[in-house]
């Protein structure tokens, strides 16, 4: 019987050398007899591809390749529509949380303002070509953008309603990544397992005027996002 790591370095010749994204894979019997290995040890290889976004699952469809995945370069502060465009793929938005709320003592402290000041809370589900990539929760200072909600924000980028109807887009941030573990919401909201690797960005960001005029923690999917950091020299 071929050992694992056989088994996976032939899946992977597979997936770049005969087919291209969105084709199906063989079923795993198959897979199993061609390979001369388990189903178990298929379903294991399997589940370290969805991981790395080698692949996608369907339940009752099957396993197909997955689309590349989008690259954003985080040197530079992009909105999650403009990064999405320029990896080439269509972006989309579910509005899951659109409120007026007053900040709290922690909040405050983040988006440096007084307690009980008025903040505008969105919370969006992020697509590209239809495929979910990341949950955004992000608080705004009502003073810059007033009317923000009155906005479909299922159809409009924020940052550019903020440069184009507020004056107060955002031109740098201060941004934390790190490595989270999904939970009850964000396996639903995501539609990943229990647990799964998530990365968290959080952000501080500042509009021309050096104002601070956001506060976000997002989750993003690692194996539909990737992110990348071009440094230069002083």
Known sequence: MASYEEVSAELKKLIHDKLKPGEPLPPERDLAEILHTSRDTIRRIFQGFREEGLIRQQQGQGTFVAEPRITMDISVLHSFTTGTLLSGKQPTSDVLVAEIIRTTPRLSESLNLNIHDEVIHVVRRRLAN????????????KMYVP????????????????????????????????????????????????????????????DDQSRLVEFARDLFRPDRIQFVADSHDE
């Open 130 to 141: 239809g495929l979910v990539v990341a949950l955004e929760d992000s608080y705004f200072p």
């Open 147 to 206: 009317t923000l909600l009155n906005w479909d924000l299922s159809q409009h980028s924020i940052y550019d309603l903020m440069d184009r109807e507020f004056n107060a887009r955002p031109i740098r941030a201060s941004q934390t990544l790190d490595a989270v573990a999904a939970g009850q919401m964000e396996r639903s909201i995501l539609d990943v397992r229990l647990r799964a690797p998530l990365i968290r960005i959080t952000r501080q960001a500042y």
